[in-house]
Structures are given as C-alpha cells and as structure tokens.
C-alpha cells in the first residue's frame, strides 16, 4: 500500500510541476494502472501539492531554484482513510486503514506508548482522526487544549551556538559535548551506519539539553529569531565555515524550545540576534572587534566575558523590551555597520 501511495504521489508532483499555479485531482490526467482507493488517491494529490508549496516557500527564502522532489516518506491519512479506536486486552488501541482491495480494511492491533498516554492524560486531551504511516512506525496525534501562559516566573533568553547548544541569560550552559559531536558526524562516511548513529546521539543530546532548561520557573522565553545562518554565499560563508556548519542544527533547537515552551505554559518571545554578541552590556559599545571567538572583550571599558553569554544578555535586554510594547521589535536598533555606541534603559 506504501509503494503505491509513494508512486501516486510522486504521479501528482510531475502533473502539477513546476507548481505555479494551483491544481485539483479534477483538474489533471487520472492516475490509471493503479490499486489506491479514491480516498487514498485525494490524500495523495494533497500531498503533493503541499510538496510542491513548501519547496516554493524555500526557493523564496533561499533564492536557490530546486528541482522535481521525489517523495519516499510515508502517508499521511486523513479521516477518510485511517480509523482510530480502542482495543482490547493488551492491545490498547487499534488502527483502521484503507487497503489496496476494494471493501476490506487493513485493522493493525498495537499498543500506547508511555508518550501517547502522557499527552492522553493532560485535561481536555482526545486522539485527533487520522494517522501517519511508514515503513516503521504509526504516528497518531493528540489535540490539546491550548492553556493561558503563566503569569508568575522569571524571564529568561537563549543563545544558540555551535560550540555550545544553549546559553541561558544567567550564565547556564547546555549541550557542551555538541562540537565533538559535529566532528565525529564531519568524519563518518555519507550514508554509512555510523553517521546515523552519530545524526541520533545530537539528537539526542537536543532533546535532553532543552529539557534540562529550569522551565517550572519560568513565565517568558526569549529566542533569537535565526533564519537561512547556512545560505548565501559572502566572505563570511567560506568553505571552512560551510563544513564546519553542516551538522549544526539550529532550527531543531528552536523548536524544541517551542515545544516545551507550549508544553510548560511558558510564552515564547523571538527577538532579533543582529550584533548581540558585540554589544557590551556594561557600557553599550557595539564593535566587531569586540568578540574573538568564544571570548568577548570590550575595546572601551575591558569587559570579558563569554560570548555566547553576553548574546544571551542582550537577548534578554530585547525580551523585556519586546514585553514592555517598544516601538522597535529588535530591543536595540542595530548599528548599520562601523562601531557604534548603543543606550538603553532597562
């Protein structure tokens, strides 16, 4: 059934190529020659109109041109074609598909894991209609009333990096052991056992370092605002920069953190990064020259300090401003280049 969803879906992506405009399963050439359903069918001319959307999308930000996806992922059933009930005795859910033969149903008797029943028990919780399927696994999903965020607690900022997963405001860091795990990733073999393997302990290192943050006390978490760090080519974005960065994945930080944040009730505020850690929080002089490395030394009054933490500082001074409704989102209007001296009240 997965081999015949994929070859649908891959049909509807070279119908609708190069996707400028929109398109319905009415409005191009029948899929023939095929087993799927008609519900299975629309599910897969949905999806590859969502391909399409999404890859459109990162041309706009990247302004790189992509070429045809080829779709190898699983399925996504909507309500028509996927069924969620309870089952019985040991088997504690039960999930209903729709099958390749005309009239019968694929019915796959499994379990509950620790995390469904986790989500299952929050107030309010219900198993939402639909399912996702692959070669591996059955990914159900929980809908969850969406609670006020918490009044009482500190605010704290985030700086991300590569050498170091997260620095907090107060000086915390996460994720150390991260840098040696981008080498050992820039050494394995493309494809090889040992790179996914690796590609799983940063993930895994992801998700424990994010829970690690003193989320009981907090009420407000600021983020930078990163986009596109890895695209573009300038002086900057040198080949060593490149190798260095490919392992680096910022993006699965920040959401993470945004999860957690909904989770725990914990409003996220993003904020932007520009020249956070060039900025002196003692005397507010902004100067490249400022940071080497990981080491910040302001050129004025002498200040050291990391630097990921005085970008998390900074970050912070943004947060509040952000809280307090100024005028100017970025907390600090960033100097357009040359150094510069940036005031502000806190």
Not at 31 to 45: G, T
Not at 85 to 111: A, E, N
Not at 166 to 186: C, F, M, N, P, R
Not at 303 to 319: E, M
Request: aromatic share 6%; with cysteine; glycine share 8%.
């Amino acid at each position: 059934m997965l081999e015949s969803y994929r070859a649908a879906v891959n049909f509807y992506i070279r119908e609708m190529w190069p996707g400028d405009q929109k398109y319905g399963i009415s409005t191009i050439r029948k899929l023939v020659h095929s087993r799927l359903p008609a519900n299975l069918r629309n599910v897969a001319c949905w999806q590859a109109q969502n391909i399409i959307k999404a890859l459109r999308a990162a041309e706009k930000e990247t302004k790189d041109v992509a070429g045809m996806p080829h779709y190898r992922g699983g399925a996504n059933l909507v309500q028509t074609a996927a069924k969620i009930d309870d089952g019985k005795g040991s088997f504690d859910l039960t999930v209903t598909i729709s099958s390749l033969k005309s009239g019968s149903r694929i019915v796959i008797p499994t379990k509950k894991t620790k995390r469904l029943n986790y989500w299952l028990e929050k107030p309010g919780a219900k198993l939402c209609l639909g399912c996702y399927i692959n070669d591996k696994c059955i990914i159900v999903f929980v809908e969850v009333p969406l609670r006020e965020p918490k009044q009482n607690g500190k605010t704290m900022a985030v700086d991300i990096g590569i050498n170091k997963l997260l620095v907090d405001s107060d000086g915390t860091q996460y994720g150390k052991e991260l840098k040696a795990i981008y080498a050992k990733i820039g050494r394995r073999k493309p494809g090889s056992k040992g790179k996914s393997r690796a590609r799983a302990e940063r993930t895994n290192i992801i998700e424990r370092e994010a829970k690690h943050l003193p989320w009981n006390n907090l009420s407000v978490i600021g983020v930078e605002n990163l986009k596109n760090l890895k695209f573009g080519k300038s002086k900057k974005r040198n080949k060593k920069f490149r190798k260095a960065t490919t392992p680096w994945t910022y993006r699965h930080a920040l959401d993470r953190i945004e999860q957690l944040a909904q989770e725990n009730r914990v409003r996220l505020v993003r904020y932007n990064p520009a020249y956070t850690s060039q900025i002196c929080p003692v005397c507010g002089k902004c100067s490249k020259t400022n940071r080497k490395g990981e080491t910040f030394k302001c050129v004025r009054c002498g200040h050291t300090a990391d630097a990921d933490l005085i970008g998390a500082q900074n970050g912070l001074v943004r947060t509040l401003r952000i809280l307090g409704g100024d005028s100017s989102p970025s907390g600090f209007p960033p100097p357009p280049h040359g150094d510069k001296t940036v005031s502000w009240k806190t």
